[in-house]
């Protein structure tokens, strides 16, 4: 765009109010659950109270004879009407794994959709969906998946060992002498527990068949994608589905794709002669919607005499349940690629294996491969434990620097525009990290516990994947001067119509008051992926600069002509154009807008009327990184078990930010829901498979009373692309785990405690200091 010319950024890199909030924070907001439609049913799914079973016959006599029953679908019904099933994130070769809507023959674990209930309201589904009768024969189910590869009964029949795929890298055979003769070893297998998304609003879908088309409003991350997966799903070209997203609350990874209650209430659908509704209660959520996290790894980590890391290693196993949503191969390869971290490591490995076991599907959850982090900063406390050393120091002589870019690890990660050692010691000067050893060494003489961690990570974000490689938008100056955005996006708590609004009123120069964005609605909005994988931000910004780029052209070409001026000395800023040098003289972009629609015969020779465009950005790098340091100090009781958490802080390496408050309620939100799953969350099953954590009583979650204030820094490296900005989404929850252990870890050091096993609840911790820790030796 030479000899154009726009005023400096106003409203990118402030802190704007966010535009969702008026209507959120008073009631005004629209979920999936506030749709009616006329005639409207509701959805109820029966679901298996058994881990593994046999269906030998279902009864649907005493359910469709209560009033107000409608229909009632099992496997039969419903699962014929499948054409295609797979999801463009993924693509359509990969060897995904079995997602049948409803169970056929047997079911796999407990609340396992049997049938689905269609009713005049949701009470009358819930009542006749206790009086289906289903026959099952109980099977011996597979519940632990660390001994499922080993066991006589398999989950699917098609699935050898329980194994749903595996990848690795190079055999660990070929560093055995690196490991062999290094001065220092650590090998440890770490485990972490199952958790979950937990949103606020659980998943829900209206669908409703009308003249051969289908609309959906879904509570979703991705309509385009719900879009393109119902169409194969049901044979419908494409233009015959309508996907409606207004307001989602909090997706996390779980609403990124469609999952088997939605693929039934699609099937069901056409069938029906009113729309249908199914909202999924809280016990279902935790039941059904999905598990993350659950995995071990035996890890390795080779040091020499000085402390320099040699080499890294490790052999991950994943519980990918019985039904996983989406193929789970593709995010465990992404824990053992990026297990070197942001550490210079010379050599390094890696095996995955995913394993099926008769309990709820692995969904995914923000930062899906987090567990190379846990693993690795926790084998790296307990190194400089070994070695009689502070864990900064080893990591200082093992961070990368910038100056060092571009890196690629020995996994094959090309890392780039990445600052690991900048935002550790950002974050460490923010503790005062001297100072805090003094007052734990104080503390300590008067009996109380204090510990500090650390966690330094590098996140991979804007992944050029399938449906994540483009984003578009369309922008339209209406006749008045105000202006509409259009871009696929979608309200889920990641403020990205903020976002869009202020990269565009900056993009114009047009006051931010003046922009509105419509987003969520297949049938107007263009084509995008979506949020998910950090990249709502970054590709959003290109998208809109590569559209706005085409009306500022024109805005300034219809100035330049109204004006008698040059093009290359008018500049667009607060609603104006005006002439460089003789801020007297200009004209408002609304009466520009007035020519353009209603006077084309004062237009400029080559300049079309109207002033819409839309554009589409392509990605310029297959990843963009970012990178964090997390900081956490706590107190332990030892008696109790219970932890205080002190301080926690985040040194954050996103780019640009285009909206500070959005970048830090981002991270803040990561960072809770990962003090969740380090302290207090668990998706637990007992010996039978039977959840034991289906409810709020049960499955634990933090509270404002549990966090700490969470303090920022921010450090700030270009990324490929327009504004240099990188993703920030999914950072919190990866980097706090670790921090939060290792600060637990470091706290109970003078017991002798070593941390490979996750949740730290207060029984744990008792536990621990009880049983005291294995002592290493240096080889």
């Not at 009358?124 to 009086?131: F, M, N, Q, R």
């Not at 070893?185 to 289908?214: C, D, F, K, N």
């Not at 000395?569 to 154009?577: S, Y």
């Not at 969350?681 to 954590?693: F, K, M, R, S, V």
Request: glycine share 10%; aromatic share 6%.
């Amino acid at each position: 765009m030479d000899g154009l010319r726009t005023a400096a950024a106003r409203y990118a890199g402030t802190r704007v109010a966010r535009v969702e909030d008026p209507r959120l924070l008073t009631g005004h907001g629209t979920f999936v659950d506030d749709v009616v439609r006329p005639g409207m049913f509701h959805g109820c799914f029966v679901r298996s109270p058994l881990a593994r079973a046999r269906i030998a016959g279902i009864d649907l006599s005493g359910a469709l004879a209560v009033e107000g029953v409608h229909a009632i679908f099992v496997a039969d019904d419903l699962n014929p009407g499948v054409h295609e099933q797979w999801y463009t994130l993924i693509g359509r070769d990969v060897p995904d794994t079995p997602r049948p809507p409803l169970a056929e023959g047997e079911v796999r674990f407990v609340g396992d959709p049997v049938a689905l209930v269609v009713a005049a309201d949701r009470y009358v589904a819930e009542d006749a969906a206790e009086l289906v009768a289903v026959d099952y024969e109980p099977l011996p189910p597979v519940v632990d998946y660390v001994t499922a590869r080993e066991s006589d009964e398999l989950v699917h029949a098609a699935y050898p060992r329980n194994v749903a795929g595996d990848l690795g890298g190079a055999p660990l055979a070929d560093l055995a002498p690196v490991f062999e003769e290094a001065a220092w070893v650590v090998h440890e297998t770490v485990y972490q527990q199952a958790y979950a998304p937990v949103p606020m609003e659980t998943r829900g879908i209206v669908a409703e068949w009308s003249a051969g088309e289908l609309t959906i409003w879904a509570a979703t991350q991705s309509p385009h994608e719900v879009r393109l997966f119902c169409a194969r799903l049901l044979g419908l070209p494409e233009h015959r589905v309508r996907v409606v997203m207004r307001d989602t609350g909090g997706g996390f990874g779980q609403k990124v794709v469609p999952q088997r209650e939605d693929m039934c209430v699609m099937l069901a659908a056409p069938k029906l002669p009113g729309a249908l509704k199914w909202i999924e209660d809280r016990r279902e959520n935790l039941q059904a919607a999905g598990m993350s996290r659950h995995e071990h790894g035996e890890a390795r980590l080779a040091f020499d005499a000085d402390g320099a890391l040699l080499a890294a290693a490790i052999d991950h196993v994943q519980d990918v349940g019985a039904y996983p949503v989406p193929w789970p191969v593709g995010t465990a390869a992404a824990v053992g690629m990026l297990f070197p971290g942001p550490y210079r490591v010379p050599a390094g490995t890696f095996s995955t294996t995913s394993v099926f076991s008769n309990t709820v599907g692995r969904a995914a959850y923000r930062g899906p491969w987090q567990f190379e982090s846990v693993a690795r900063e926790l084998l790296l406390d307990t190194a400089a434990r070994r070695m009689g050393m502070d864990p900064v120091e080893l990591r200082r002589r093992n961070l990368l620097r910038r100056d060092e870019l571009p890196y690629v690890n020995p996994t094959g990660m090309p890392y780039s525009d990445v600052t690991p050692l900048e935002t550790f010691e950002q974050a460490l000067k923010m503790l005062d990290y001297d100072a805090f050893r003094d007052e734990q060494r104080a503390a300590r003489e008067e009996g109380r516990h204090l510990g500090v961690g650390t966690c330094t990570y590098v996140e991979p974000t804007t992944a050029a994947m399938p449906l994540y490689g483009t984003e578009g938008a369309t922008i339209r100056i209406e006749p008045s001067g105000t202006v509409n955005v259009y871009v696929s996006g979608g309200s889920s708590g990641n403020s990205i119509e903020t976002t869009v609004v202020q990269l565009t009123a900056d993009a114009l120069g047009v006051d931010i008051a003046d922009v509105s964005t419509i987003q969520g609605d297949t049938a107007i909005t263009p084509f995008g992926g979506g949020s998910g994988g950090s990249r709502s931000g970054s590709m959003t910004a290109g998208a809109v600069a590569e559209t706005a780029s085409v009306l500022r052209e024109r805005l300034v070409a219809i100035a330049a002509h109204r004006l008698e001026a040059a093009v290359e000395d008018i500049e667009l800023g607060g609603g104006q154009a005006r002439v460089r040098g003789v801020p007297s003289v200009g004209v408002a972009v609304s009466e520009l807008a007035e020519i353009a629609y209603f006077h084309p015969e004062q237009l400029p020779p080559g300049v079309p009327p109207g002033l819409e465009a839309s554009g589409r950005y392509r990605a310029e790098s297959p990843i963009i990184w970012a990178n964090a340091t997390h900081v956490c100090t706590c107190e332990v009781d030892v008696v109790t078990g219970r932890v205080t958490l002190l301080r926690h802080i985040v040194s954050e390496d996103c780019g640009p930010m285009i909206n500070p408050s959005v970048v830090e309620g981002q991270i803040a939100g990561g960072t809770v829901q990962g003090i969740g799953g380090v302290l207090y969350e668990h998706l637990a099953y007992d010996a039978d498979g039977n959840p034991i954590t289906s409810t709020f009583m049960d499955y634990l979650l933090p509270t404002a009373s549990e966090v700490p204030d969470i303090e920022y820094g921010h450090i700030e490296t270009l990324a490929p692309g327009p504004g240099g900005y990188k993703g920030v989404g999914e950072g919190g929850a990866i980097g706090t785990p670790p921090a939060v252990a290792n600060a637990v870890a470091d706290a109970l050091a003078p017991f002798g405690v070593e941390i490979t096993r996750l949740p730290l609840t207060p029984e744990a911790i008792v536990a621990l200091v009880d049983g005291g820790a294995r002592t290493a030796v240096p080889r």
